[in-house]
T-cell receptor, first 111, second 112 residues
Framework: NAGVTQTPKFRILKIGQSMTLQCTQD?????MYWYRQDPGMGLKLIYY???????DKGEVPNGYNVSRSTTEDFPLRLELAAPSQTSVYFC??????????FGPGTRLLVL | QQQVKQSPQSLIVQKGGISIINCAYE??????FPWYQQFPGKGPALLIA???DVSEKKEGRFTISFNKSAKQFSLHIMDSQPGDSATYFC???????????WGLGTSLAVNP
C-alpha cells in the first residue's frame, strides 16, 4: 500500500512551458485535492474532486487545470507556466473519514 | 481574509518543556478541527483532531483544548522532544464539506 504518490519530485520549467503533475492513490478514496505551499503562506487549495468525473475549483485555481477520469488518478496541468507558480505542490486524498493523506510533494521552479 | 488564525508563527522550546500553539476561527459552522504535522521535505500528516462536542482530546503527549465560546482551539505538546521539531498546521472544516481551511503554520524547534 503506497498511499499517495506524486511525480516528478522536482522540475524546472521555463516561462510559458506546460507540464502535468501526476498524483495516484491506492486507497480507493473518493476525495482528492491539489494544494500549493509557499513559505509562510500555509496550504492553498487549487482544485479538488469528490469522485471520478467530478472536479471543482478551490481557492487559487487560475493557471491550472485538472481531470479525474479514474478513482486513482488526479493529474494537475499547468499551462503557460509563470514565475508565480514556483511552489511546492501537494496532492492529498481522503475516504470515508475526514483525514487527508498527503503525497510527498513536487517542487516546481519556473524560471 | 484568513478564516483560521494561527499563532505563534515560530516557537522555540527546550527539551522536556510544553509547546503550545493556538488557533482562532470566526465561522461558527466549523465542526471539525484537525492538527497536522509536517517535517521538512514531507507532506503534512494528521496528528490529532477534535469536534466541538468535547473540550479536550488527548493522544499520548499531544492534547487539543477546544473553547467553543471563545472560538479557539490549541495544541499542547507535553515533554517536547527534538523529534517534535516540525511545522504544525491547524485547520477547520464545515460538516459534510471536505475542504479544509488552513492556518498559516507554526515552526516548532525543540532544543536538546
Amino acid at each position: 500500500n503506497a498511499g499517495v504518490t506524486q511525480t516528478p519530485k522536482f522540475r524546472i520549467l521555463k516561462i510559458g512551458q506546460s507540464m502535468t503533475l501526476q498524483c495516484t492513490q491506492d486507497m480507493n478514496h473518493n476525495y482528492m485535492y491539489w494544494y500549493r505551499q509557499d513559505p509562510g503562506m500555509g496550504l492553498k487549495l487549487i482544485y479538488y474532486s469528490v469522485g471520478a468525473g467530478i472536479t471543482d475549483k478551490g481557492e487559487v485555481p487560475n493557471g491550472y487545470n485538472v481531470s479525474r477520469s479514474t478513482t486513482e488518478d488526479f493529474p494537475l496541468r499547468l499551462e503557460l507556466a509563470a514565475p508565480s507558480q514556483t511552489s511546492v505542490y501537494f496532492c492529498a486524498s481522503s475516504g470515508q473519514e475526514e483525514t487527508q493523506y498527503f503525497g510527498p510533494g513536487t517542487r516546481l521552479l519556473v524560471l | 481574509q484568513q478564516q483560521v488564525k494561527q499563532s505563534p508563527q515560530s516557537l522555540i522550546v527546550q527539551k522536556g518543556g510544553i509547546s503550545i500553539i493556538n488557533c482562532a476561527y470566526e465561522n461558527t459552522a466549523f465542526d471539525y478541527f484537525p492538527w497536522y504535522q509536517q517535517f521538512p521535505g514531507k507532506g503534512p500528516a494528521l496528528l490529532i483532531a477534535i469536534r466541538p462536542d468535547v473540550s479536550e482530546k488527548k493522544e499520548g503527549r499531544f492534547t487539543i483544548s477546544f473553547n467553543k465560546s471563545a472560538k479557539q482551539f490549541s495544541l499542547h505538546i507535553m515533554d517536547s522532544q527534538p523529534g517534535d521539531s516540525a511545522t504544525y498546521f491547524c485547520a477547520a472544516s464545515i460538516q459534510f464539506d471536505r475542504k479544509l481551511i488552513w492556518g498559516l503554520g507554526t515552526s516548532l524547534a525543540v532544543n536538546p
